[in-house]
Nanobody, 115 residues
Framework: QVQLVESGGGLVQPGGSLRLSCAASGSFFRSATMGWYRQVPGKQRDLVAAITSDVSTNYADSVKGRFTISRDNAKKMVFLQMNSLKPEDTAVYYC?????????WGQGTQVTVSS
């Protein structure tokens, strides 16, 4: 069974940085596409960044040049480095894993960008 646990969220001032981490358990991590999504109340959950098994990356236009997704297959972890944060980046961030067995979500971590 796949479990995802996010960490690293918190309160940061505009222009600051945070690094989110997601630890995965279970098999088939290496072949999985990993992603970070975010959601604000009343809106749909949107893709922020994704990284495939061959380390191809994809970013939402709103975070290109500011966020970087990476993965460590040996540790079964995925990271999201967030720089130059803006108030509009405030959301609950969710880790996602997709593999041949299904689509899995973490519990989410709150990121608040405010002065």
């Amino acid at each position: 069974q796949v479990q995802l646990v996010e960490s690293g969220g918190g309160l940061v001032q505009p222009g600051g940085s945070l690094r989110l981490s997601c630890a995965a358990s279970g098999s088939f991590f290496r072949s999985a596409t990993m992603g970070w999504y975010r959601q604000v109340p009343g809106k749909q959950r949107d893709l922020v960044a994704a990284i495939t098994s061959d380390v191809s990356t994809n970013y939402a236009d709103s975070v290109k040049g500011r966020f970087t997704i990476s993965r460590d297959n040996a540790k079964k972890m995925v990271f999201l480095q967030m720089n130059s944060l803006k108030p509009e980046d405030t959301a609950v961030y969710y880790c996602n894993l997709r593999n041949i067995r299904g689509n899995y979500w973490g519990q989410g971590t709150q990121v608040t960008v405010s002065s």
